[in-house]
Nanobody
């Protein structure tokens, strides 16, 4: 099982980015996937997740209305569309898989088993 996040970069405040999480070794119809971020000097924050079977999604209050999670089953990729970015969104962003097929998907980091390397998002003022 592997996950690889990409799409980070430098963007001005108010701009947009789309992150991608390419997964291998499992189907997105089997396990939930979450997006997380960690700003410098802070703990890891769960920001969004999408379930396997019914595609239910959840968002942290800090990104609700600005970020959208989606997935492409054929491409085995989960996306995070980030709009109206703010300087406080600056962080390393990670995707992870919850390999408990019976679990209710959450944005709690300790519920996730497999993590990919992060991608840096920097939002300038």
């Amino acid at each position: 099982v592997q996950l690889q996040a990409s799409g980070g970069g430098l963007v001005q405040s108010g701009g947009s980015l789309r992150l991608s999480c390419a997964v291998s070794g499992f189907s997105l119809e089997s396990y939930g996937v979450g997006w997380f971020r960690q700003a410098s000097g802070k703990g890891r924050e769960g920001i969004s997740c999408i379930s396997s079977a019914d595609r239910i999604s959840h968002y942290a209050d800090s990104v609700k209305g600005r970020f959208t999670i989606s997935r492409d089953i054929d491409m085995n990729t989960v996306y995070l569309q980030m709009n109206n970015l703010k300087p406080e969104d600056t962080a390393v962003y990670y995707c992870a898989a919850d390999l408990d097929a019976a679990a209710i998907v959450t944005t709690i980091p300790r519920h996730y088993d497999c993590w990919g390397p992060g991608t840096l998002v920097t939002v300038s003022r």
